[in-house]
């Protein structure tokens, strides 16, 4: 099975993390799992307006920020991406910044609210569970010594430990949704 679209840049974002690991060693299709196990949903979540002063001091507003960041593509659909206002009227932004969760129209939106419906990745999360596949890869290494040379195999096992660990230490830890199945 092949990775959704909308998946592209946040694959290669991870492979770059994880030492520029090709889909020799892993999968696209397993990049995504491990990404989305890094992944948060988020529903009607309101974007910052951010207003810009222009020529004699009037203020436009063109910009809108998420408090989300390393955003799945618009190509994966509304499944995973949806942006409108609050009438439910789809929008689409002249340019975006997913990786920065930052929208921008060309026209004055005039402070109008505007929501998003997203997921957002940890990259930071999933490039821990990247190093520590990748030392499942390498756990079977060992150390030999042959006509007076020394080989420390295992150190590719002790280097994606250490990998995963700083990772770990800058990942945001796992984020649970919890969707009440009683309200109407």
Same mark, same amino acid.
């Given at each position: 099975?092949?990775?959704?679209?909308? #998946?592209?840049?946040?694959?290669?974002?991870? =492979?770059? #993390?994880?030492?520029?690991?090709?889909?020799?060693?892993?999968?696209?299709?397993?990049?995504?799992?491990? $990404?989305?196990?890094?992944?948060?949903?988020?529903?009607?979540?309101?974007? @910052?307006?951010?207003?810009?002063?222009? &020529?004699?001091?009037?203020?436009?507003?063109?910009?809108?920020?998420?408090?989300?960041?390393?955003?799945?593509?618009?190509?994966?659909?509304?499944? &995973? +991406?949806? $942006?409108?206002? /609050?009438?439910?009227?789809?929008?689409?932004?002249?340019?975006?910044?997913?990786?920065?969760?930052? !929208? =921008?129209?060309?026209?004055?939106?005039?402070? /109008?609210?505007?929501?998003?419906?997203?997921? /957002?990745?940890?990259?930071?999360?999933?490039?821990?569970?990247?190093?520590?596949?990748?030392?499942?890869? +390498?756990?079977? +290494?060992?150390?030999? %010594?042959?006509?007076?040379?020394?080989? /420390? =195999?295992? %150190?590719?096992?002790?280097?994606?430990?250490? #990998?995963?660990?700083? !990772?770990?230490? =800058?990942?945001?830890?796992? @984020?649970?949704?919890?969707?009440?199945?009683?309200?109407?």
């Amino acid at each position: 099975m092949a990775a959704r679209s909308g #998946m592209a840049e946040l694959i290669s974002q991870w =492979r770059a #993390m994880c030492g520029g690991v090709g889909t020799a060693t892993i999968s696209d299709d397993r990049a995504q799992q491990i $990404l989305d196990n890094a992944r948060y949903d988020f529903w009607q979540e309101p974007l @910052q307006v951010q207003p810009l002063t222009v &020529a004699a001091g009037s203020v436009v507003y063109k910009v809108y920020n998420s408090p989300y960041q390393n955003l799945e593509g618009t190509v994966s659909g509304t499944v &995973a +991406y949806r $942006l409108y206002d /609050s009438n439910g009227t789809a929008w689409t932004p002249d340019s975006l910044d997913m990786q920065r969760g930052i !929208f =921008r129209f060309n026209a004055d939106q005039k402070g /109008s609210a505007r929501y998003l419906d997203g997921r /957002s990745f940890d990259l930071n999360g999933a490039a821990a569970e990247g190093w520590r596949d990748l030392s499942g890869l +390498y756990s079977s +290494y060992y150390d030999f %010594q042959q006509e007076g040379r020394r080989f /420390s =195999r295992s %150190q590719w096992f002790e280097h994606c430990q250490s #990998m995963a660990m700083s !990772f770990d230490s =800058r990942g945001k830890g796992r @984020q649970v949704n919890i969707v009440r199945g009683d309200f109407a």
